[in-house]
């Protein structure tokens, strides 16, 4: 019998299955999962996590925590399994509706450009933002944040972008700025001005760009609104030359660079990427197989979004196997938004990650969680359940970790910790019983 004392915390999380977290014995957690840590969950069956000021104190055999430690508070996960509260890396949430119209187009066999010429596409979003007032977009965005925080995600990216005005993008960031302030989530701000060219300045592209480098990045900087400079390098819209420079020019405001890159195909934009040491380069469907290698020895994370493919029935995914075993540090997201995948589901991504790009289920949940939080410059702060680190986790109905990916469909959330602090609760039960009877 230790005669060591009890030490008082706030929330004890125990009952569980076991706890995935993704912060194997012995890994450096300071970097991202490469090659075969990827596929280590770090399991600890019967675990518990021990909570207090918002961080995560001790993980263990529950037996082992409930000796050591007085919770304020326990939590049972009722045989569900314990998992990082999932990093989304990669969204945009400030659109005023959703492009139904495209998706039924699509389906019919028309063409992007045809969509486009209908008044669809990218475009009609833009519409949208231009034409909702700050007050509708910013209950828009909460409603959004509720359903990111109902499905698991418990840090969120979020891009500006359609806006594509210096007063319109503005307006955007401002939105997120008042959405994340009174929410649960973690939201981290990037502008993507540069998401397309508006018609209005069509025959005027260096001016455009000019608003950008003279009148938005400045104004951003001074009211703080925005972590990463986003620009969407790819065939039909930014060029390497004008990533190159947009991208300089936000760094000298104190944006740090993110790339979306060689989603349409192959411009290299991901070794641009590499070249200005962007924190990600975002897509890669159509990356460079010397690009590939590259990432091994670069500390630009590869964010994929499986959704996208999918959901516009496009054949081809990112290399996603061939990143893994050169060594690449690869993380996955929704790119959540209206046009082209408009899930907010992290489950249902690493269920095509795994259907269509080949990972497993463990290298899925590391890729959404440890390595997704490195996209976002916070792998040191959240994305694993280890002591120290913020406590953001989230209690599935499940026992089994692979049951995330393979009981597609339903989202198995029962509680979600977000800082510490119980923000989702659920009646359901896991007890051991499997998905399937």
């Known amino acids: 019998m230790s005669d060591a004392p009890v030490r008082s915390i706030d929330l004890l999380v125990a009952g569980a299955s076991g706890v995935a977290t993704c912060a194997p014995a012995g890994a450096d957690l300071g970097r991202p999962a490469r090659r075969g840590e990827l596929s280590e969950l770090g399991f600890v069956s019967g675990g518990a996590v021990a909570i207090d000021r918002g961080r995560v104190v001790d993980v263990g ?45 699509r389906a019919r066999g028309e063409t992007y450009a045809q969509i486009a010429a209908a008044g669809g596409g990218i475009l009609s979003s833009v519409r949208g933002v231009r034409e909702a007032s700050d007050e509708e977009l910013e209950l828009r965005v909460r409603a959004r944040l509720d359903r990111f925080l109902d499905l698991g995600t418990t840090v969120v ?36 001005a540069a998401h397309a060219l508006p018609p209005e300045w069509r025959e005027r592209r260096g001016e455009f ?49 993110k790339i979306h890159a060689d989603e349409l195909g192959c411009t290299r934009a991901t070794a641009l990427a590499m070249e200005l040491g962007c924190v990600s380069a975002d897509h890669l469907d159509h990356v460079a197989p010397e690009d590939v290698e590259r990432l091994a020895s670069s500390e630009t994370v590869a964010v994929l979004l499986p959704g996208v493919s999918h959901f516009l029935r496009v054949p081809g995914d990112a290399p996603a196997r061939a990143m893994v075993a050169a060594g690449a540090a690869v993380a996955l997201a929704t790119d959540y938004n209206p046009g082209t995948c408009p899930t907010q589901s992290m489950f249902e991504v690493m269920h095509l990650a795994v259907q ?25 702060e959240t994305g694993v359940i280890a002591p120290g680190r913020r406590a953001d986790l989230v209690v599935c109905d499940v026992p089994d970790p692979r049951d995330l990916v393979y009981s597609f469909g339903r989202p198995p959330v029962a509680f979600v910790v977000c800082g510490g602090m119980v923000v989702r609760r659920s009646d359901r039960r896991a007890d051991g019983v499997p998905a399937l009877v």
Do not use: C, W
Request: proline content about 5%; aromatic content about 8%.
């Open 61 to 105: 055999p529950a037996g082992d925590l409930a000796a050591r430690y007085a919770p304020r508070e326990r939590l049972d996960a009722r045989g569900g399994v314990v998992v990082p509260g999932f990093v989304d890396a990669h969204t945009h949430p400030v659109f005023r509706f959703g492009r139904e119209d495209d998706f039924e187009r």
């Open 157 to 192: 990216e979020a891009k500006s972008g359609y806006g594509l005005s210096v007063r319109d993008e503005l307006r955007s960031l401002r939105v997120i700025a008042r959405a994340k302030g009174s929410h649960d989530v973690r939201v981290v701000p990037t502008l993507l």
């Open 209 to 257: 760009l000019e608003a950008i480098e003279q009148e938005l990045l400045p104004a951003v900087a001074a009211e703080k609104l925005a972590q990463f400079h986003d620009v969407f390098v790819d065939q039909g819209f930014f060029t390497i030359e004008e990533g190159r420079r947009l991208l300089r020019a936000g760094e000298r405001f104190g944006l740090r660079p």
């Open 356 to 380: 269509r790009m080949g990972l497993t289920a463990a290298q899925a949940l590391v890729a959404a969680t440890r390595n997704a939080a490195f996209a976002l410059g916070l792998g040191g």
